[in-house]
């Protein structure tokens, strides 16, 4: 399975953010969305997300044998960098809720099992979640993603703000989770996606362009990187 | 020295105008539908910043004579007025009209001052220009001030000069035409001393230096008070010698000069703390930052629930719980109020028998009468009390052909609104970032279970008014058809189903909230409007309830049904978080 994006277009009012996206994403591999900042990261994710309309292009999954499938909600997962969370439950109850609403979902765990999968720590389990710290409902909005199992994962930034122990757990999750899907993982932070991603697309003067990660021992790897972004961004 | 002051002050004026302009251009932006259209070169275009800067120099101008001359020129009225009645009236104790004139000018300007707003002084206020120049661009804090100050205060001598330059004309003396400018300086000078003392108080005191409105609406209070008695001591004929008025007016100018010594010897580092720790929000952060979600993070984790409720009425059943309070109160106390109406409606009724029959005979007549009512229908007995009171065929006409118009009331108890924003900004705006919340089944599901659960909420206040309307029929000679306190109730529950899918649907249609709870849409605040412009026009409609009720249940169901097929059809593109 791919996800391909086709000449994707994004203009707010005389502003060309996303001027010809064209990419091909490949199932079972982590892309480093990498672009600095204000680049269109979050608002390429929006407009995969269906979370605001496209001036122009389209987007589709590519079967094996090439048929092209239209993408549907329940397609897509999507941890925003700000997690927001219904505060006025508690996890346990957020977490019941979600998987009888998805009824499609057989679920292998129960509910304690997948807090332990994620390392939800077991004193904030029955807490309300506008009490939870950052990190942890970052880990909720991952775990809840991870359950729905969708296709396509889009993570905006997740690690942004997290601490050194969370971060590397959530790390190791993401690792864990991409067989199976697609994952793209934005950043603006480079070492990140060098250690967490098997590809590298650079987002940057509203397209988007892999980089050869081949040569990632190269000392002169990330030199090459923050050329690449500054001789476009002059360019 | 006089260079600084014109170069500070040209500053001042530059970057008042720049925040003005862009502001306005700022505004005309967030415009519904206008916003569209405008282009953000506006921002830069010379020749509207030109246009901007004359409507400026206007608006300068106007603040300078038609507010100075409006404030000092209703005192010079009135004591023009007043003198020529004291000449008249020989109340002058041998004064000549313009004596008397002066007299009560500056007996009445001095009580405008002192007690008023002239001794208020708005200097240590930060407003947007001051918070960019001193705490961005670094400019010393007092020569600001002492700019503002200059400027002001020579608007305020020039306005007043001008004032009195009527007041001369219509029989003035000349030395309140020149007394009253430089006694306005002095008020000014006592205020900005007696603010800078209390300052040093709370710098002793380990005290922020925020200005407290408290003592300017204490005396603001006494001063409105205090008002009658002076108009009544005026009115009278009374005054005040003119040497005591003298003698105040030398203290206030000595006090003045106090002041203006205080002032002088300030430090600059009082100004930058005061203006620090009275900085207003800037236009920016008070059209884009301003927090309105405090209100709805009140939520306590109260129990969980019992039975076997899953996915979305799990969902809606633990929303109610956790937002009783914010979701119910308003319907509640407002059900209270009425109910409580109602218990002085039936005491002032049961009354009418005390006053008639007395204390010994009064409840032995309501039961008798009661016992009629209900056996053998003699409302003429039970209403012996009301009799043919007009203004009970009034109210009788009112609950029998105006039901329309328990629409009002029912409108007020309504908390829909407040409800959806407690839905977005506690619920929906997380919930709408996961893929299955934006299934076109499971949006209507919720949109169903949601409506249920506001019909339930207004049911208090649908009963209350329903009953209130049923109250008034049956002290009114009772129902006119079978059923007709049924029908009454029936209107009313249509009438609330109605307010409660309107919101409920305008949300789902438009989702106008902004992740601050501001309901940010064009077309939801347009629609808005539209719907109460046509509501209230509706309400006056006179029809009888046996019309009203069939009329309304048809329309209610197919208002219901109609917009809950546009939710089904457009809230998958259009119930989404705001960009």
């Keep these: 399975m791919e996800f391909v994006i086709s000449h994707l277009v994004k203009n707010y009012g005389s502003k060309q953010v996303l001027k010809d996206v064209d990419f091909v994403f490949e199932e079972g591999r982590i892309y480093g969305l990498l672009g600095r900042n204000g680049s269109g990261k979050t608002t390429f994710f929006n407009c995969v997300n269906n979370d605001i309309d496209i001036n122009s292009g389209e987007f589709f999954f590519r079967g094996e044998s090439g048929e092209k499938t239209p993408v549907m909600p329940e397609d897509i997962g999507y941890l925003v960098s700000t997690p927001t969370v219904p505060e006025f439950m508690t996890g346990r109850e957020f977490l019941k809720f979600f998987i009888e609403i998805h009824e499609e979902i057989k679920p292998d765990k129960t509910i304690d099992e997948y807090f332990d999968y994620m390392m939800v720590p077991e004193d904030d389990r029955d807490r309300l979640l506008k009490d939870y710290s950052h990190g942890t409902k970052n880990k909720m909005q991952m775990l809840l993603n991870i359950i729905a199992a969708p296709k396509l994962m889009l993570l905006d930034e ?32 480079l070492d990140v996606a060098v250690d967490l991603c098997d590809e590298i697309v650079l987002l940057h003067n509203g397209r988007l362009e892999p980089i050869d990660k081949s040569n990632l021992g190269d000392a002169d790897f990330k030199e090459k990187i923050i050329n690449a972004l500054r001789d476009e961004d002059n360019g | 020295m006089v260079n ?220 409105l008070l205090a008002g009658p008695f002076f108009i009544i001591f005026i009115a009278n004929g009374y005054f005040i010698p003119m040497p005591q008025l003298v003698i105040i007016t030398v203290l206030t100018v000595i006090a003045g000069i106090w002041g203006l010594m205080i002032f002088i010897k300030t430090d600059s580092n009082l100004h930058r703390r005061a203006l620090h720790d009275n900085i207003s929000k800037t236009e920016v952060k008070a059209t884009s930052q301003y927090d309105n979600t405090k209100s709805f993070k009140k939520i306590k984790a109260k129990g969980t629930i019992k039975g076997n ?158 009953a209130f309307a049923n109250l008034i029929l049956f002290v009114t000679g009772g129902q006119s058809y079978p059923g007709e306190y049924l029908v009454t109730f029936l209107a009313a529950f249509l009438l609330s189903v109605l307010t409660s899918v309107t919101w409920l649907a305008l949300y789902y249609l438009f989702q106008p909230f902004t992740t601050s709870v501001v309901a940010k849409s064009g077309a939801y605040r347009i629609t808005s409007i539209i719907i109460y412009s046509v509501a209230s026009i509706i309400v006056w409609i006179p029809l009888a309830s046996y019309i009203l009720a069939p009329v309304l249940l048809v329309f209610a169901a197919g208002y219901v049904l109609f917009l809950r097929s546009r939710v089904n059809k457009l809230a998958p593109k259009t119930w989404k978080i705001k960009s």
């Design chain 2, 4 to 223: 600084e002051f014109r170069k500070n002050l040209a500053k001042i004026i530059h970057l008042r105008s720049i925040i003005g302009y862009n502001g306005l251009v700022f505004a005309l932006k967030k415009t519904p539908v206008i916003g569209k259209l405008i282009p953000d070169r506006l921002y830069s275009t010379a020749f509207l910043k030109v246009i901007y800067w004359i409507f400026h120099i206007i608006v300068e101008v106007f603040k300078l004579f038609i507010g100075k001359i409006f404030g000092l020129g209703m005192i010079y009225l009135a004591a023009f007025l007043l003198s020529d009645q004291y000449i008249e009236h020989e109340l002058g104790g041998g004064m000549s009209s313009s004596a008397v004139y002066g007299n009560l000018g500056l007996f009445m300007f001095l009580l405008y001052a002192l007690c008023g707003i002239l001794i208020r002084v708005p200097y240590f206020n930060c407003t947007t220009e001051k918070e960019y120049l001193v705490f961005m661009l670094r400019m010393d804090a007092k020569k600001l001030n002492e700019t503002l100050i200059c400027y002001d205060l020579a608007k305020l001598f020039i306005g007043y000069v001008m004032a009195g330059i009527i007041a001369v004309i219509t029989g003035a003396p000349f030395w309140l035409w020149l007394g009253i400018p430089v006694l306005a300086l002095a008020v000014k000078f006592l205020g900005i001393g007696l603010q800078i003392l209390s300052f040093r108080l709370k710098i002793k005191l380990h005290k922020s230096l925020k200005i407290s409105t408290v003592a300017y609406l204490i005396r603001l209070t006494l001063v």
């Design chain 1, 158 to 189: 997740p690690l942004t703000s997290l601490d050194v122990i969370i971060a590397e757990e959530m790390k190791n999750v993401i690792r864990n989770q991409k067989q199976g899907r697609i994952t793209i993982f934005s950043t603006h932070l």
């Design chain 2, 309 to 466: 409720k899953k996915g979305f009425d799990y969902l809606n059943a633990l929303f109610v719980k956790r937002h009783w309070t914010m979701l119910c109160m308003k319907p509640v106390i407002f059900t209270i109020i009425v109910v409580a109406v109602m218990i002085l409606f039936v005491a002032e009724f049961i009354y009418g028998y005390y006053s008639r029959f007395g204390s010994a005979n009064c409840w032995n007549m309501v039961i008798t009468n009661l016992v009629n009512l209900f056996t053998f229908r003699a409302f003429s007995d039970a209403l012996l009390p009301v009799g043919d009171d007009p203004a009970f065929e009034f109210l009788r006409y009112v609950a029998q052909f105006h039901l329309l118009g328990m629409l009002i009331p029912l409108s007020i108890a309504d908390n829909s609104f407040k409800s959806t924003q407690a839905m977005f900004i506690n619920c929906d705006n997380s919930l709408m970032t996961f893929s299955f919340f934006k299934q076109r089944e499971k949006i209507i599901r919720l949109f169903d279970i949601r409506l249920k659960q506001l019909i339930k909420i207004n049911i208090g206040p649908v009963i209350a008014i329903g």
